[in-house]
């Protein structure tokens, strides 16, 4: 008997002006699975955007795996780069001085600027973000 699991895991690290405040484990949603699915075939009615933005927010609901959104988003940002190598894709994004400001508690990725699909959903002890602060996300999904 075969037994060939796939499994998609996410790890996430959050820099609050490059110190490192937090490093956690995230949930791919539902539909982040059904988006790595469907973009496992081309065609013109299936082919999903790719990811291209991640957000910040600020509510504290553990994340589901029903999830299509933050609970409270504070801010969305294109990603800075997204890298792939061997099983593991790599997302990073940068909120600058002023944008996502306040109670931070969870993090996402997405495809589009709103809206969107969303891919990964994480929830995190508050990183408060003043509005000269910079939070750098670094989030890594491992296919196995």
Not at 7 to 27: A, F, M, P, Q
Not at 67 to 77: I, K, N, P, W
Not at 83 to 112: D, H, M, Q, R, W
């Amino acid at each position: 008997m075969i037994n060939d699991n796939f499994n998609l895991k996410g790890k996430v690290e959050v820099r609050l002006n490059d110190e490192v405040v937090r490093e956690i484990d995230n949930l791919v949603v539902t539909a982040g699975k059904g988006f790595v699915a469907s973009s496992m075939i081309k065609t013109t009615s299936n082919s999903p955007a790719a990811m291209t933005h991640m957000a910040i927010g600020s509510n504290t609901t553990n994340p589901a795996a029903g999830d299509t959104a933050l609970g409270t988003e504070l801010g969305r940002v294109a990603l800075t780069s997204g890298t792939v190598s061997g099983a593991v894709v790599t997302y990073v994004a940068t909120f600058p001085a002023g944008t996502g400001t306040g109670a931070v508690v969870e993090a996402g990725i997405l495809n589009a600027s709103s809206g969107g699909t969303l891919l990964c959903h994480t929830e995190f002890d508050v990183v408060n973000k003043g509005s000269a602060d910079a939070i750098t996300i670094t989030w890594t999904v491992t296919v196995s």
